[in-house]
């Protein structure tokens, strides 16, 4: 489904990837962790082609997308839930939703928008608030469900737990493993090693821009170094 | 804290000394055909002198003056009530708008011709401003070269009838059109540029197309301008005391009333009144369809924009030659109107009074870029006596506005600008 091969990513001239492979199939759940700082939100970020991978391919749904503008892959049936969930704050619950939709017709969007509802029965009580005045759990599912909006086939989640209260949390990662019952390939970013890999089919872990390791999600929260760095011991 | 005002304070007037001392401070005296500097009288340099203490007292007090300028808002009932809901706002506004086109519509007929003239003045400002709105309030794109676009659609309908004699109809749509066509190629290499960069060049871009017009001289006259530009007509209906063009009829000898010269300047305001109905409507109506949100979601959020598929150019462009379109549309009422046109009608203040009425109106509100229109247009008229004045009242109630109000008078339910460069 989605494929990086050997990406360096460039902040000016300072390399925050260098060279890194990872590969999601369909169907599947696969994790990412890795320290603050380590280049995950890059490497999401690469693959939306905001900033563009400086070598290295980038290949969604057998195309190589390395050089797409942005604008065009978000239009391809993958979508992101930004870092810091990055809502509308001014605009209401539904006209964010509205936003995730933005290319489809309205037919589509009114479903859309009903499943989304059914998956956050919070957020149609919330229907007419701004966004900006919700808790940050709240915001968080308008994050999803805003992405979900467009009907992905992959869906790609940039720390959804950050800031957020241990029951909020368990109720997203719910949420997440719902997805992938829908047939959505998930692609997960977090700091929170222990229940993202738990939920994962695979996972790597990412060590200042680079690989260092990738397994089972099992066989990664069984392994001393990852229990080490990354579980508390 | 007070040390650190005063070491302020002091540099604050030093910098006003060094700026105003040279500058007033002496005179250029041509001596047959040698030019000889003298000292300007004791009266100019005790003003200088007494200008940097003013500065200096301010800036040593400044944070009690502007704790009590903070405190206004007191003063005024409405600014410290919640805002109302959008939907009971959206209401009071369509009500209040519905009695000012009412009262609109009688104006021409209780008031004096030239109040009537004065009216459709400040009806071109409102096609501006709701047009520039657009542009700065909505897609929050700061244009400081905006009146270039008026002037595309004042020239091209003033060229048109000189060269090939279209008339007000036919050349409305067609300024209008080119001056977005004009938006859409200046927006489309400037449009990558952020915040302050943006400003500058378009400042660069409004005094380009105003120096353009004043040495094209074969074209447009230069400074001389163009003349002679007709005046709209009602179904071939002139005017004028004589008919003017072939084939047409004249409009007070079709009714067979007598002549007056009313006649054509109420014909104008209702146009211009029309055309501003039409401006605010199709502007609300933006507002409501996903391209009127595309330019709040990336004005707001670009990031989280962009990660739906947005493409940032394009949104932009689209408000920024929206904007253009209607500064044409205004660009050619402002032509008919006064009949003849020069570059000098152009020049960046026009801009600045433009961006001046969204800024006070509250960037995005429609009802508060009307009101400031009407106050911008009217209130140096009636304070005619101040004229040389008006430029420093001008800049002083901007900076007032800033500190008392800086969401305008009234704001729009959200409001942002992009400033900074970002992302
Ligand atoms: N916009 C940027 N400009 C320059 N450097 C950046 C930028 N964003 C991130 N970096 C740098 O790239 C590295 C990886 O950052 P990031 O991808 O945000 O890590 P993570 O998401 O794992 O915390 C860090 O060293 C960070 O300082
Ligand atoms: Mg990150």
Redesign the pocket.
């Known amino acids: 489904m989605l494929v990086l091969e050997d990406v360096h990513t460039h902040?000016?001239k300072?390399e925050?990837l260098h060279g890194v492979s990872v590969q999601v199939n369909k169907g599947e759940i696969v994790s990412l962790i890795?320290a603050?700082?380590?280049?995950?939100?890059?490497?999401l970020m690469t693959v939306c082609g905001n900033p563009r991978a400086s070598s290295g391919r980038v290949i969604l749904q057998g195309k190589d997308i390395t050089n797409d503008l942005t604008s065009n892959i978000m239009r391809s049936g993958i979508a992101i839930v930004p870092?810091g969930r990055r809502v509308f704050s001014g605009l209401t619950v539904e006209e964010n939703l509205h936003m995730g939709g933005f290319f489809n017709t309205k037919a589509e969007i009114r479903k859309s928008q009903e499943h989304v509802y059914e998956l956050f029965p919070r957020l149609k009580e919330r229907e007419h608030q701004r966004a900006g005045t919700m808790s940050g759990g709240e915001q968080q599912m308008l994050a999803i469900g805003r992405a979900l909006m467009s009907r992905p086939n992959m869906i790609i989640l940039d720390e959804p737990s950050l800031g957020l209260a241990p029951l909020v949390i368990k109720q997203i990662f719910e949420i997440i493993g719902q997805l992938r019952e829908e047939g959505i390939t998930v692609f997960l970013v977090e700091q929170n090693a222990h229940q993202a890999l738990n939920l994962a089919d695979r996972g790597y872990v990412l060590e200042t821009g680079r690989i260092r390791l990738h397994d089972t999600g099992k066989n990664l929260l069984e392994n001393p170094d990852v229990q080490n760095a990354y579980l508390g011991g | 804290m007070a040390a650190q005002n005063f070491k302020h304070a002091l540099f604050s007037a030093v910098v006003t000394l060094i700026i105003s001392y040279p500058i007033l401070g002496f005179n250029l005296v041509s001596e047959g055909i040698s030019v000889q500097l003298e000292g300007a009288d004791t009266f100019t340099l005790v003003g200088v002198f007494a200008a940097a203490v003013v500065v200096f007292l301010f800036q040593l007090f400044r944070d009690t003056i502007m704790g009590g300028l903070g405190k206004l808002p007191a003063l005024n009932p409405m600014a410290n009530r919640p805002p109302m809901p959008q939907r009971k706002r959206l209401k009071v506004e369509s009500v209040l708008l519905t009695l000012m086109l009412i009262g609109a519509l009688f104006w021409p007929f209780i008031a004096s011709r030239g109040a009537v003239d004065l009216a459709t003045l400040v009806l071109i400002y409102i096609m501006l401003a709701l047009g520039l709105n657009v542009v700065v309030g909505l897609a929050g794109l700061l244009d400081l070269g905006y009146v270039a676009f008026y002037a595309v659609g004042a020239y091209s309908f003033a060229l048109l009838s000189q060269y090939f004699g279209i008339s007000f109809w036919f050349a409305l749509p067609i300024g209008a059109l080119l001056a977005a066509l004009f938006g859409l190629v200046l927006g489309f290499p400037v449009l990558r540029l952020r915040g302050d960069y943006l400003a500058i060049v378009t400042l660069g871009f409004g005094e380009i197309i105003r120096i353009l017009l004043n040495n094209m001289t074969n074209l447009t006259g230069g400074p001389n301008g163009i003349g002679g530009i007709p005046d709209p007509t009602l179904f071939g209906m002139e005017f004028g005391r004589r008919v003017k063009e072939e084939g047409n009829t004249s409009f007070h000898e079709t009714f067979g009333i007598a002549y007056a010269g009313e006649h054509k300047v109420i014909f104008l305001y209702l146009i211009a009144l029309v055309l501003a109905v039409i401006t605010a409507l199709v502007i609300r109506r933006l507002m409501r369809m996903p391209v009127g949100r595309a330019w709040e979601a990336l004005r707001e959020d670009e990031i989280a924009a962009k990660s739906l598929g947005l493409s940032r150019t394009a949104v932009k462009l689209s408000a920024f030659t929206i904007g253009a379109f209607f500064a044409g549309f205004a660009g050619t009422v402002f032509a008919s109107k006064q009949g003849f046109i020069s570059p000098e009608s152009f020049v960046f203040l026009e801009s600045a009074i433009i961006l001046a009425i969204v800024v006070l109106g509250g960037m995005g509100s429609q009802m508060g870029v009307i009101l400031a229109a009407i106050a911008v247009t009217i209130l140096p008229e009636l304070a005619r006596e101040f004229s040389e004045y008006r430029m420093l009242i001008f800049g002083a109630a901007m900076v007032l506005m800033m500190v008392w109000r800086p969401q305008g008078l009234l704001p729009m339910r959200r409001i942002h600008i992009e400033l900074k460069p970002q992302g």
């Open positions: 902040y000016g300072i925050a890795g603050n700082g380590a280049g995950k939100t890059t490497l870092e």
